[in-house]
């Protein structure tokens, strides 16, 4: 006898009964289905560093001369209405480096300046609004105007 034939006779009492179907269903819903199928995300985190590599920024600008000459002329005629009581009332140009990749971003701020620091050499301001503070390094500071004599 061959082995099937064998097996045939062996398992004959339940060969020919029906596929027992459970009493309670347990299918998936679409959204796990789905998610069996989904991608495999092979490289974690690559979606993110292709995004941050296509982020621009703006390599820092270094002032010519004549630039830094202006910027001084104007942080001296700020220091002498700040010394008779004034606060006067400016807009500021300035460079914010970028914490993740080389170079950053140029912002401006207006507000009232509250203090000029020549030892930390920074200039403390409120920004429109007067609430909060802006400090900027001497350094980061790309162009400066004063709007009002406050």
């Known amino acids: 006898m061959k082995p099937e034939e064998q097996a045939e006779k062996t398992y004959a009492d339940i060969l020919l009964l029906p596929y027992p ?3 309670r269903p347990t299918y998936l819903s679409l959204r796990e289905r789905a998610a069996q199928f989904a991608p495999f995300a092979a490289l ?3 979606e993110e560093m292709v995004q941050e590599e296509a982020r621009l920024t703006e390599p820092e600008k270094e002032l010519s001369e ?3 000459q202006l910027l001084d002329g104007t942080l001296h005629q700020m220091e002498e209405q700040m010394k008779e009581g004034r606060k006067p009332q400016v807009r500021v140009d300035y460079f914010v ?4 990749k080389p170079g950053g971003s140029r912002e401006t701020a207006e ?4 203090e000029m620091d020549p030892v930390f050499r920074r ?3 409120f920004e429109k609004g007067g ?3 802006l400090v900027l390094p001497f350094s980061d500071i790309l162009n400066m105007e004063i709007l009002s004599e406050g």
């Open 123 to 125: 200039l403390i301001l």
């Open 44 to 46: 974690a985190g690559y």
């Open 131 to 133: 609430t909060d503070l």
């Open 97 to 100: 480096r970028d914490l993740r």
């Open 111 to 114: 507000g009232m300046v509250k």
């Open 66 to 68: 004549w630039e830094l």
């Open 21 to 23: 179907k459970s009493k």
